[in-house]
């Protein structure tokens, strides 16, 4: 039997939702060590936030059956940072991969990167053909 239409075969890479960039990564590290505790982004909508990553301590910010998890995010801690968006957000963007990125400036709202001199910005891309068939085959949660 072949394989389901977008699953990755042998010459396909498994496609992700989220990334980030290897400064944004350097950022995380910094906030991990300082915080001493796990990292998580949840991706805003809000008028005052515009569509800024907020970056959290895991179980400062409580996720619901209203948000989305869009991936985890490997950036050399000792787990991983996940990332969520509310799910109407994730309407807007399921059709986009999203880069989390790092910039000087002040971080938006509760983000902990702010007093560092740098926020959290999201750079996107819209999924190719390909892409787009296999995040149908295997949808967020």
């Known amino acids: 039997m072949g394989e389901p239409a977008g699953a990755p075969g042998p010459d ?3 496609v992700e939702r ?3 960039t290897p400064q944004a990564a350097e950022l995380l590290r910094g906030l991990r060590a300082s915080h001493d505790k796990p990292l998580m982004f ?3 909508g809000g008028c005052c936030d515009g569509s800024a990553p907020m970056c959290f301590t895991q179980g400062t910010f ?5 948000d989305v998890h869009l991936g985890d995010l490997e950036y050399g801690a000792p787990e991983v940072a996940p990332v969520w968006i509310s799910r109407e957000q994730f309407a807007y963007w399921s059709h986009t991969h ?3 990125d790092v910039v000087p400036g002040r971080g938006a709202g509760f983000s902990i990167e702010g007093p560092t001199g740098n926020r959290f910005i999201i750079r ?3 999924f190719t053909d390909d892409e787009a ?3 149908e085959s295997e949808p967020a949660r």
């Not at 409580?62 to 209203?66: A, E, F, S, V, Y």
Request: aromatic residues 0%; proline residues 0%.
């Open 12 to 14: 396909r890479q498994l």
């Open 18 to 20: 989220v990334a980030l």
């Open 42 to 44: 949840h991706q805003s």
């Open 62 to 66: 409580l996720t619901g059956h209203q």
């Open 98 to 100: 999203i880069t989390i």
């Open 124 to 126: 996107s891309r819209v």
């Open 133 to 135: 068939a296999q995040m």
